[in-house]
């Protein structure tokens, strides 16, 4: 898979991306990140890629010469998406869909935003990572890139765990995990955990995902359809185990 990122801040993406998984990824020419960075396709000495909106208000605009300049010398893989808080929400579903593809393509704003050509007549579509604002898209680019890589054949190692974390397969949060030591300062380990029963064990985990995501998520069991028959029998059949409660600052 290809993936172009056109950045202000290219070292940001590819530090990020050359690191853990992804780094190993890029080594193994599973994923290829390729950064270009509009600046270099600026026509003043400055490198300037801003300027002050028309009409007057705060902030500056990238331009759009040095947007199109880079990334018609780049011809990058479609679709070119523009990362900006208006954008179809980024979740596992289309993390998924940018995984079946060959490549695509990120653009990164800066300051307020970028001129509406840019909108109008480059990009495909727009992505966002959540109703937040931040001060470029890189990092917002960072998460694409490693929620998609990661679900590419041979990142991983575990073919089986995208299916089955949160968010998989089953749209349910992922149950709660436990390791080694199996008693820590009095704190125990649940006991069917260490029963050997892994027909009861796989009933104890569906309980308990169904518990959590009614608990922080109950929007995704609406989006099933509600709870089957089955599943209100496992939570009748196994309790909740202590789980921090989200709070809801309004």
Same mark, same amino acid.
């Given at each position: 898979?290809?993936?172009?990122?056109?950045?202000?801040?290219?070292?940001?993406?590819?530090?990020?991306?050359?690191?853990?998984?992804?780094?190993?990824?890029?080594?193994?020419?599973?994923?290829?990140?390729?950064?270009?960075?509009?600046?270099?396709?600026?026509?003043?000495?400055?490198?300037?890629?801003?300027?002050?909106?028309?009409?007057?208000?705060?902030?500056?605009?990238?331009?759009?010469?040095?947007?199109?300049?880079?990334?018609?010398?780049?011809?990058?893989?479609?679709?070119?998406?523009?990362?900006?808080?208006?954008?179809?929400?980024?979740?596992?579903?289309?993390?998924?869909?940018?995984?079946?593809? !060959?490549?695509?393509?990120?653009?990164?704003?800066?300051?307020?935003?970028?001129?509406?050509?840019?909108? !109008?007549?480059?990009?495909?579509?727009?992505?966002?990572?959540?109703?937040?604002?931040?001060?470029?898209?890189?990092?917002?680019?960072?998460?694409?890139?490693?929620?998609?890589?990661?679900?590419?054949?041979?990142?991983?190692?575990?073919?089986?765990?995208?299916?089955?974390?949160?968010?998989?397969?089953?749209?349910?949060?992922? !149950?709660?995990?436990?390791?080694?030591?199996?008693?820590?300062?009095?704190?125990?380990?649940?006991?069917?955990?260490?029963?050997?029963?892994?027909?009861?064990? !796989?009933?104890?985990?569906?309980?308990?995902?169904?518990?959590?995501?009614?608990?922080?998520?109950?929007?995704?069991?609406?989006?099933?359809?509600?709870?089957?028959?089955?599943?209100?029998?496992?939570?009748?059949?196994?309790?909740?185990?202590?789980?921090?409660?989200?709070?809801?600052?309004?």
């Amino acid at each position: 898979m290809r993936i172009d990122v056109f950045t202000l801040f290219p070292s940001m993406v590819d530090g990020f991306t050359s690191q853990s998984l992804l780094g190993k990824a890029r080594e193994s020419g599973v994923v290829e990140v390729r950064c270009h960075d509009p600046r270099d396709h600026a026509t003043d000495s400055h490198r300037t890629v801003d300027d002050a909106p028309f009409g007057g208000g705060a902030g500056m605009l990238m331009r759009p010469e040095p947007i199109f300049a880079a990334v018609e010398e780049a011809d990058p893989p479609r679709p070119l998406l523009l990362l900006s808080p208006g954008g179809r929400t980024f979740d596992q579903r289309f993390a998924s869909e940018l995984s079946e593809l !060959e490549g695509f393509s990120l653009l990164c704003g800066r300051y307020e935003g970028v001129d509406h050509r840019v909108r !109008e007549h480059l990009v495909d579509d727009e992505i966002s990572v959540g109703d937040v604002v931040l001060a470029g898209g890189e990092v917002a680019a960072c998460l694409v890139i490693e929620a998609v890589t990661r679900l590419l054949p041979g990142v991983m190692g575990n073919e089986v765990g995208p299916l089955t974390e949160s968010f998989g397969e089953g749209r349910l949060l992922e !149950e709660p995990q436990f390791t080694r030591p199996a008693d820590f300062r009095g704190w125990e380990v649940p006991e069917v955990l260490r029963s050997g029963n892994h027909a009861l064990i !796989e009933r104890w985990r569906r309980a308990q995902a169904l518990h959590r995501t009614i608990q922080h998520r109950p929007d995704l069991i609406e989006a099933l359809g509600g709870l089957s028959v089955d599943d209100a029998r496992l939570l009748e059949e196994f309790p909740p185990i202590p789980y921090p409660l989200s709070v809801d600052p309004d």
